[in-house]
């Protein structure tokens, strides 16, 4: 895909999302040309730079801040040191942060819960759909209110905790199940992309959420 | 850091060095074009483009073989569906593969035992360094004639191994015990790119890994 064709992509379905993800192999393709050219055609969207940091993280974090992404993607399995350093980044640019959970322990994805602003997105790769099968969902992360029970500060019922978010291989038929854990952000890809409707298959998937998150506010909902 | 200053840094020192690597970062903020350029500008050298693939293994293992590298990383951490299409990618193009140990478990490394052909790169981050100080060493590949002892086939002693590189603010000083685990790629960055004069650093660090070497060769060299 090159840029014009993911303008275009974008361009067709963004009445119906509030995000727009540049995805790694696009920038790794095309560099930041691709975040500042998506910026462009669509300033009122939160742009996200999927750009995947395993090192070197203030330089890259810059990069993407800088050619007008609102958020950059870090790995889970990088560093400590390199997760500090986006997230110092994110917040002397006023940006976001997001985790990319890929291929990462429970035990990891706890150790993150200490990262309170930043995006925790749990992810089942590509290479893993298609070539393992693999789908979301049996690799949640644990319910806040039943990690609250073995938090440090177990006394507060409000204690702060990273945002979620869903992405990998999500169809309109997987996003009930998805939905359980209320993620903040769901990521379509391929769902939307390769639909003969790409703008048809957006739309629906945002009526879909609007309708499973309402019935679960209602209590009305379980998969 | 551009193109242009990196094809400039390169030519400086390229009487010295065997391989040129395309930093990820450069990658991510040029794309592709940062590999066709610097193999062109140095058609003769080994191209190692550094693109750290987590995931879209062959679409990213693709961009990087037909823009001119000879070598492409794979971070460790990437699931095994995502280091076996980097493998059968590098393959069809006779290419090369190198898998970033970048924070991974000793139980990982030994399970990459397995990827026979590619090299394994011991991986001391740019952001460990500066900010917890670490440096290679402590962490080194078990021998490999220790890992024999427990290998399937511990009655081979020529069973085939991985070659090992090794990355990660080596210097002239810390070189001799790098040189230790007989890395097959000695990869140096900054201790060359940021020295007063590079081609004279990039000199240096060639005659002391010869020197180290060779001595250890005639069992004359012990750290």
């Not at 099968?133 to 049996?138: A, C, I, S, V």
């Not at 890809?189 to 298959?201: C, D, L, W, Y």
């Amino acid at each position: 895909m090159t840029i014009e064709e993911a303008i275009d992509m974008a361009g067709q379905v963004q009445a119906a999302v509030d995000w727009i993800e540049v995805g790694t192999s696009l920038i790794k393709e095309f560099g930041m040309e691709s975040v500042r050219r998506i910026k462009e055609a669509f300033p009122d969207k939160v742009i996200v730079a999927d750009i995947k940091t395993n090192d070197n993280a203030r330089y890259e974090f810059e990069l993407c801040y800088r050619a007008g992404a609102d958020v950059a993607t870090v790995m889970a399995s990088a560093p400590d040191a390199t997760l500090d350093l986006c997230m110092q980044t994110a917040q002397s640019h006023g940006g976001i942060i997001m985790i990319d959970l890929l291929n990462v322990t429970p035990q990891r994805v706890e150790e993150l819960q200490r990262y309170t602003e930043a995006v925790l997105c749990q992810h089942v790769s590509k290479d893993q759909q298609e070539h393992h099968g693999q789908t979301l969902g049996g690799q949640s992360i644990p319910d806040p209110q039943q990690q609250d029970t073995h938090s440090i500060d177990s006394d507060s019922t409000q204690a702060a905790r990273p945002s979620i978010a869903a992405a990998g291989g999500i169809t309109l038929d997987t996003l009930p199940s998805i939905l359980q854990d209320r993620p903040a952000v769901v990521i379509v890809g391929s769902a939307i992309t390769k639909a003969a409707h790409p703008a048809a298959a957006a739309r629906e998937i945002r009526s879909r959420i609007t309708e499973v998150m309402q019935a679960m506010q209602k209590g009305a909902y379980h998969v």
